[in-house]
T-cell receptor, first 107, second 115 residues
């Protein structure tokens, strides 16, 4: 059974702080890793994809992948109240999703 | 970006009736369609994968005779929930994959409530 694990949260951070979201996966041969943001009642929207070890930055978002540790993370710098949502980690295709971490950015 | 149209966005039906959900890829051809289901506070769970013109492949625990999937064209796939029961109440999301780029997209989702 391929599994993707995330801390369900809620993770609360003050506005302007860095939010750190973590994810582990069980399938060692996984090749594709994604972070999605999902607002309540809406479908997920892609934030970042990462395929190789290391960091990948896009604006305020940085994805980090460590295949040896089977660990992928998402950092959100200068967090804004509009970043408050559930963040889903997903692995491979077809996508296997974690349960998501609920992030709350406090103004 | 690509546009995916999924409807209805919300549907309420009586137990025992059937509900059809449509998913259209408006500006690309979707050779593969994934259908997901999400219960409250749970993650998206893959229900089935369909390729255009072929029968869908269902995940373990998903009844193929209850959740009928049709992917007759490269721009349209439908999911029919037959003889719906309250436990089928969920958020159903389609995810077409572009045949050209392999990129995945998501429909807006359909919230089904079975009374």
């Amino acid at each position: 059974q391929k599994e993707v694990e995330q801390n369900s949260g809620p993770l609360s951070v003050p506005e302007g702080a860095i939010a750190s979201l973590n994810c582990t996966y069980s399938d060692r041969v996984s090749q594709s890793f994604f972070w999605y943001r999902q607002y309540s009642g809406k479908s997920p929207e892609l934030i970042m994809s990462i395929y190789s070890n290391g960091d990948k930055e896009d604006g305020r978002f940085t994805a980090q992948l460590n295949k040896a540790s089977q660990y992928v993370s998402l950092l959100i710098r200068d967090s804004q109240p509009s970043d408050s949502a559930t963040y889903l980690c997903a692995v491979n295709t077809p996508l296997v999703f974690g349960k998501g971490t609920r992030l709350s950015v406090i103004a | 970006g690509a546009v995916v149209s999924q409807h209805p966005s919300r549907v309420i039906c009586k137990s025992g009736t059937s509900v059809k959900i449509e998913c259209r890829s408006l500006d690309f051809q979707a050779t593969t369609m994934f259908w997901y289901r999400q219960f409250p506070k749970q993650s998206l769970m893959l229900m089935a994968t369909s390729n255009e013109g072929s029968k869908a492949t269902y995940e373990q625990g998903v009844e193929k005779d209850k959740f009928l999937i049709n992917h007759a064209s490269l721009t349209l796939s439908t999911l029919t929930v037959t003889s719906a029961h309250p436990e089928d109440s969920s958020f159903y999301i389609c995810s077409p994959a572009s045949g050209r780029t392999g990129e995945l997209f998501f429909g807006e989702g359909s919230r089904l409530t079975v009374l």
